[in-house]
């Protein structure tokens, strides 16, 4: 294995987590009883670059041609989408805004309602449909260069460029990137969030690590990507979205000022925990393995008692760490999502029934793991009816919490 950013060959393990199947291949009944593809799950670190990453073992064409996420299913994240355009459109007024990834339309459909002109890029089919549904134009592509280039000479070239939550999605950190140059004016801004390495390793946010994410990004190593595709980094925001993600705010190195003290703040504070050198890494494996022992000690108690439990959510991280824990229908009778595509699926290895939210009212069960506990907030209130014949939630991450909630 090389690091698919500088080449070398200096990868050390930071963490093995077996192998599990994608993610988001999510398995249909007649599935059930058919065989699965699994692949390791071992994330490593560059020492030369610090890209953490993960072997590209499956193609992105193989997870995101039919994707099963939906954006649009999280209110709080729709709001931050708001949120950022409105600040945007405040910063730099721009007349011309492409997001990547664009997902079902769930941030574009704020640059609509201010009539300003937009674009979506997005691979999947499905999803880039729900987008078109919603009145927001959706070209079907995977962004390379000769992407970038192509929207650039039939749209012109755009004030703003959005890349949320896919730069680790993609294998070639190098051609993305230049895609993303490709799109961008001259004088634009791109702007691009991802999960903070920083976070997952201070708060053991393990379940994160699947297949699609193909690396992991620290702001030293984010410079590094960016610098290979002829952008530089100007400045850099701390968010709370997905358990603490970087908001990266890059311009086409040629037009781009100093990078302000915020980047050096940041950068200070992972060079303070370690991150830019191998020994910062070294107690994350022992940490994800108590998550683990504490988690599975709590169902298999509980399922001695007689107590039951169900799952909230079907998102990515659940699935791993539902297989890295080795769940089964025997300590979690079954899981639901607000998302209806998912209804009548199983999770992917672990094999677990997908219902509709509705179904925890119907049983009253004792106990709900919340999976996406990213959403811990949304969903505490969501949940709050569970409180009404004294349930309680489980939160796995970043050690286990059993949560008293308030009759509504």
């Known amino acids: 294995m090389n690091c698919r950013l500088c080449g070398s060959t200096n990868l050390a393990s930071v963490v ?11 398995l249909s009944a007649e ?38 996420y939906f954006s649009s299913y999280s209110d709080s994240w729709v709001r931050h989408a708001k949120d950022f355009v ?29 009539g300003i002109r937009c674009l979506g890029i997005e691979p999947s089919v499905n999803v880039g449909a729900a987008a078109r549904d919603k009145g927001v134009p959706t070209l079907t592509e995977f962004l390379s260069p000769r992407t970038g280039q192509a929207v650039r000479e039939e749209h012109g070239p755009a004030d703003l460029v959005v890349a949320n939550n896919v730069y680790a999605h993609i294998p070639d950190v190098v051609g993305f990137t230049r895609g993303l140059r490709a799109l961008v004016a001259d004088d634009g801004w791109v702007s691009i969030e991802v999960q903070h ?37 100007v400045d850099v925001e701390l968010v709370p979205t997905h358990g603490g993600s970087i908001r990266l705010l890059a311009q086409p190195t040629e037009n781009a000022g100093e990078p302000t003290q ?69 300590l979690m009778a079954y899981t639901v999502d607000r998302n209806p595509y998912k209804h009548g699926r199983f999770t992917p290895g672990t094999r677990i029934p997908i219902l509709p939210p509705e179904q925890i009212a119907v049983d009253r069960p004792d106990y709900v793991l919340v999976l996406p506990w990213n959403l811990r907030a949304e969903l505490t209130a969501q949940l709050s009816y569970v409180g009404e014949w004294g349930g309680k939630l489980v939160f796995p991450i970043p050690h286990l919490e059993i949560v008293e909630v308030k009759k509504s």
Do not use: W
């Open 16 to 26: 093995d987590l077996g192998a599990t199947p994608p993610c988001e291949l999510f």
């Open 31 to 68: 599935q059930v009883d058919q065989p699965e593809m699994t692949y390791p799950l071992h994330l490593r670190l560059c020492t030369d670059c610090l890209l953490a990453q993960l072997p590209p073992l499956i193609t992105p064409e193989e997870t995101f041609t039919e994707y099963a």
């Open 86 to 114: 409105d600040a945007q459109v405040e910063r730099i007024d721009p007349k011309f805004v492409v997001e990547v990834a664009s997902n079902d339309g769930y941030l574009l459909q704020h640059v609509v309602e201010r």
């Open 197 to 233: 390495l920083l976070t997952l390793i201070e708060q053991n946010q393990y379940d994160t690590i699947y297949h699609e994410h193909f690396q992991y990004y620290t702001v030293a190593s984010a410079q590094k990507a960016l610098a290979s595709g002829g952008l530089s980094l």
């Open 262 to 330: 915020r980047v050096a703040d940041v950068l200070a504070r992972e060079k303070a925990a370690g991150l830019h050198e191998l020994a910062g890494y070294a107690e994350f494996a022992r940490r994800v393995a108590g998550v683990r022992r504490d988690l599975l000690r709590f169902l298999v108690d509980a399922a001695a008692r007689g107590r039951s439990v169900v799952g909230y959510g079907a998102p990515g991280k659940g699935n791993t760490l539902l297989n890295h824990c080795g769940i089964r229908s025997d």
